[in-house]
């Protein structure tokens, strides 16, 4: 098995490798004196995946990957490729005099690409432009999953392009093909995905944000990753016009990219107004945003409604959506409402997103399954199919979508116990783990939106990095590879 997938890992390397080069050649353009930093890593990144493709080079053929094999390669990916993208920042921060841990680094690189937000690092405002633009891109690319990108731009990866694009995605209904080929779908999928961050880009320009600016938080918004280039995250530029602007882009980026990508495909824009999990998360985000505004209107935090509008909107879709932008610290409101902000961060993003959590499909399909049991103890004997979008759901996704909550939920206990017997606070170390599984960056208290995450331990960092990973993988792939079955040829 590790031998198969070996050279598809070289090709994903050398994918990650060139995406070195952006930030490289933006230093050396800025001469902001960080190129130093990126240029090692990308030749590791580079040679280390020519090494292991030669065999699949010379024998002019790729091995084919089995489903296991995919969710292997994933999560060797997700573990292996944030080590890489540590290098720059470790290679800047110490030849700037501050040298940071490699736990703080490695913890800002799964941040980055798990597209969670959350960041170690403070003075983000002094640091070099090409820094904070790898910070940001690091989200992009993940957001939509750099195996994904590779599936996409390098035929050579074709023969176990299935197995890969299964193990990458997320959802409950990740079987379903959008196109007969796996590689033009990623090709579809990764277009829609940049031409919707080009308009998000345009519009935050267009609205007053600088150009270096608008590219780094159109990267954050786009990905759901919420990283920025200021300490004070989005509450930097104190406009109402660039926070609606954010607020309509998340609520984009938290709906199903594949959905799009067929609506366009297909030419018919209205299947998205059509489908039940898009329609779910709108109204769960912008409902809750209704409900903590009246909240902080009747306990007076606010006096003006449209400034209680306007914070309890971005700050519920921000972190509803997992993005984790802050432009006020809203764990100083009523308890209700940071706690119901986190909480949204579970649900409010569809399958086909750039989110993690348990998805909104999920969700639906919960709800729907408690429906049906109630129904068939009042009517024992009736036929009642669960029904979405007007197909009934096979009972292996239901049972699935209920296995998948029940590991959810087991990891956040297990992970805040590990964080527990760390001596962190038990509220700080729930919404640490909900934070972190969720994808979703702040949590309470000093990790909160007012804060961020410099001082947790050495320890408490590397149990949140691999929340990180497990969150952005689904838990499922995870648990499968410590299966004695799974090793089995």
Same mark, same amino acid.
């Given at each position: 098995?590790?031998?198969?997938?070996?050279?598809?890992?070289?090709?994903?390397?050398?994918?990650?490798?060139?995406?070195?080069?952006?930030?490289?050649?933006?230093?050396?353009?800025?001469?902001?004196?960080?190129?130093?930093?990126?240029?090692? $890593?990308?030749?590791?990144?580079?040679?280390?995946?020519?090494?292991?493709?030669?065999?699949?080079?010379i024998?002019?053929?790729?091995?084919?990957?089995?489903?296991?094999?995919?969710?292997?390669?994933?999560?060797?990916?997700?573990?292996?490729?944030?080590?890489? $993208?540590?290098?720059?920042?470790?290679?800047?921060?110490?030849?700037?005099?501050?040298?940071?841990?490699?736990?703080?680094?490695?913890?800002?690189?799964?941040?980055?690409?798990?597209?969670?937000?959350?960041?170690?690092?403070?003075?983000?405002?002094?640091?070099?432009y090409?820094?904070?633009?790898?910070?940001?891109?690091?989200?992009? %690319?993940?957001?939509?999953?750099?195996?994904?990108?590779?599936?996409?731009?390098?035929?050579?990866?074709?023969?176990?392009?299935?197995?890969?694009?299964?193990?990458?995605?997320?959802?409950?209904?990740?079987?379903?093909?959008?196109?007969?080929?796996?590689?033009?779908?990623?090709?579809?999928?990764?277009?829609?995905?940049?031409?919707?961050?080009?308009?998000?880009?345009?519009?935050?320009?267009?609205?007053g944000?600088?150009?270096?600016?608008?590219?780094?938080?159109?990267?954050?918004?786009?990905?759901?990753?919420?990283?920025?280039?200021?300490?004070?995250?989005?509450?930097?530029?104190?406009?109402?016009?660039?926070?609606? %602007? $954010?607020?309509?882009?998340?609520?984009?980026?938290?709906?199903?990219?594949?959905?799009y990508f067929?609506?366009?495909?297909?030419?018919?824009?209205?299947?998205?107004?059509?489908?039940?999990?898009?329609?779910?998360t709108?109204?769960?985000?912008?409902?809750?945003?209704?409900?903590?505004?009246?909240?902080?209107?009747l306990?007076?935090?606010?006096?003006?409604?449209?400034?209680?509008?306007?914070?309890?909107?971005?700050?519920?879709?921000?972190?509803?959506?997992?993005t984790?932008?802050?432009?006020?610290?809203y764990t100083?409101?009523?308890?209700?409402?940071?706690?119901?902000?986190?909480?949204?961060?579970?649900?409010?993003?569809?399958?086909?997103?750039?989110?993690?959590? %348990?998805?909104?499909?999920?969700?639906?399909?919960?709800?729907?399954?408690?429906?049906?049991?109630?129904?068939?103890?009042?009517?024992?004997?009736?036929?009642?199919?669960?029904?979405?979008?007007?197909?009934?759901?096979?009972?292996?996704?239901?049972?699935?979508?209920? $296995?998948?909550?029940?590991?959810?939920?087991?990891?956040?206990?297990?992970?805040?116990?590990?964080?527990?017997?760390?001596?962190?606070?038990?509220?700080?170390?729930?919404?640490?783990?909900?934070?972190?599984?969720?994808?979703?960056?702040?949590?309470?208290?000093? %990790?909160?939106?007012?804060?961020?995450?410099?001082?947790?331990?050495?320890?408490?960092?590397?149990?949140?990095?691999?929340?990180?990973?497990?969150?952005r993988?689904?838990?499922?792939?995870?648990?499968?590879?410590?299966?004695?079955?799974?090793?089995?040829?």
């Open positions: 098995m590790i031998r198969r997938i070996l050279p598809t890992f070289g090709v994903t390397l050398i994918t990650f490798g060139m995406t070195f080069m952006l930030p490289l050649v933006i230093s050396i353009i800025g001469d902001d004196g960080a190129g130093h930093a990126f240029w090692p $890593a990308s030749l590791i990144a580079a040679f280390s995946g020519l090494i292991l493709v030669s065999p699949a080079i024998a002019r053929e790729m091995p084919s990957l089995m489903p296991r094999d995919g969710m292997l390669l994933v999560a060797l990916c997700w573990t292996l490729l944030p080590a890489l $993208a540590a290098l720059p920042l470790i290679d800047y921060f110490q030849a700037a005099g501050k040298p940071i841990s490699w736990s703080f680094a490695y913890f800002e690189a799964v941040s980055g690409l798990t597209t969670t937000g959350a960041t170690v690092i403070t003075g983000l405002d002094d640091l070099p090409a820094i904070n633009f790898w910070r940001c891109f690091l989200q992009w %690319i993940g957001g939509m999953g750099i195996l994904i990108l590779a599936v996409a731009i390098l035929p050579l990866v074709s023969a176990g392009a299935g197995s890969i694009f299964k193990a990458e995605s997320t959802g409950p209904l990740k079987e379903a093909k959008l196109t007969p080929r796996i590689a033009q779908t990623a090709k579809g999928l990764w277009g829609v995905y940049a031409a919707i961050s080009l308009a998000c880009f345009f519009a935050y320009w267009a609205a944000m600088s150009f270096g600016d608008a590219w780094l938080h159109m990267f954050s918004t786009m990905s759901l990753g919420g990283l920025s280039s200021h300490d004070s995250s989005f509450g930097f530029f104190n406009s109402p016009t660039l926070e609606w %602007i $954010a607020i309509f882009f998340m609520l984009i980026a938290s709906g199903s990219f594949a959905l067929v609506a366009l495909h297909k030419r018919k824009v209205l299947i998205v107004f059509k489908d039940p999990e898009w329609w779910g709108l109204t769960l985000l912008l409902g809750s945003s209704l409900l903590i505004t009246v909240l902080l209107l306990r007076g935090v606010y006096s003006d409604p449209w400034e209680a509008l306007r914070a309890a909107t971005f700050s519920t879709v921000s972190i509803g959506s997992t984790g932008y802050a432009t006020v610290d100083t409101w009523p308890i209700f409402a940071p706690v119901l902000i986190l909480m949204l961060s579970g649900v409010a993003t569809s399958a086909g997103s750039t989110g993690a959590g %348990i998805k909104m499909a999920r969700l639906i399909i919960l709800i729907k399954q408690t429906r049906r049991e109630v129904m068939r103890m009042l009517h024992p004997r009736a036929v009642n199919p669960l029904m979405i979008n007007g197909e009934p759901v096979a009972n292996g996704v239901i049972f699935a979508a209920l $296995a998948f909550m029940l590991v959810y939920g087991g990891t956040i206990l297990v992970l805040t116990g590990l964080l527990l017997l760390t001596d962190m606070p038990l509220d700080t170390a729930f919404s640490a783990v909900i934070a972190t599984v969720n994808n979703a960056g702040p949590g309470l208290n000093e %990790i909160g939106p007012a804060g961020n995450y410099s001082g947790l331990t050495a320890l408490q960092l590397n149990i949140c990095s691999a929340a990180m990973i497990l969150g993988l689904e838990m499922m792939s995870i648990l499968a590879i410590f299966t004695v079955e799974f090793w089995r040829e």
